[in-house]
Every structure is written in C-alpha cells, then in structure tokens.
C-alpha cells in the first residue's frame, strides 16, 4: 500500500460538470472533490496541461466557477484548481465541509498550504 499523498480531504460526490478550454465546451461527471481540484470523467476528450474554465452544475441549481488545469484525461480525468472567486470558494468548502468524514479536518487544512513555495525546500 502506498503512502497517502494528498494534503487535502477529498469527498465522493457525483454531479455534472462543464469544462471550457481552447474555445471548446466539454461535459463531464464530477467523481470526488477537494478543495484543491476534482476527478472526473467527460464525454469528450480534454487535453492534459491545459488551462480551464470549470462549472460545477448542482442539483439546487448552484453554479461553481473555477479557473483550473488539467491534469488527467479520460474516465479517470483531473483538475487542479488554480483560483477562484469568494462566493465559489465558499460554497466549494461548505460542499466539502458537509460530505467529508471529519468537517473540522477540512477547516484545519485551510491553516496549512497544500504546496511547498518554491522558496522552502522539500525535506529529504
């Protein structure tokens, strides 16, 4: 078993989802969430190392907007999520916050950065 890399908590979650990049409109699946990016799978092929518009398309009627990159293609695709505005970011976390096994984890990992500055060494 490998060890767990990821520095924040992901939640199982299925809802559509639209990817806009290089002037095509691409739709997908949502498959599990982080406040940091999101696995999904799309109808169409999304290009990996390319910037992206992301709509997250809830039930409620909801929509999250968020600039990212892809990271994977296909029926196992990834998005790393680059920025986003106040009100997205807030309902992002309230949607993790609310699926997620332990919601104060998800609090307490908004007090530590997901990444290494380029400034600060990696431990070796």
């Given amino acids: 078993m ?3 890399r990821r520095k924040r908590s992901r939640v199982s979650l299925e809802f559509p989802l ?3 990049f290089e002037g095509k409109r691409v739709r ?4 599990d969430l982080s406040l940091k990016g999101l696995s999904c799978s799309t109808e169409e092929w999304i290009l990996p190392g390319k910037e992206c518009d992301i709509t997250l398309e809830l039930e409620s009627g909801l929509r999250m907007h968020i600039h990212g990159r892809i990271i994977r293609a296909g029926q196992d695709g990834a998005i790393d999520f680059i920025s986003m505005d106040e009100t997205s970011f807030a309902h ?3 949607l ?3 699926y ?3 919601a104060d984890q998800v609090d307490e990992e908004l007090r530590r950065p997901a990444f290494k500055s380029e400034e600060e060494p990696f431990p070796e």
């Avoid at 997908?28 to 498959?31: A, L, P, R, S, Y």
């Fill in 2 to 4: 490998s060890e767990e």
């Fill in 18 to 20: 639209t990817i806009a």
């Fill in 28 to 31: 997908g699946k949502v498959h």
């Fill in 92 to 94: 992002l976390r309230n």
């Fill in 96 to 98: 993790v916050r609310l």
């Fill in 100 to 102: 997620a096994e332990d």
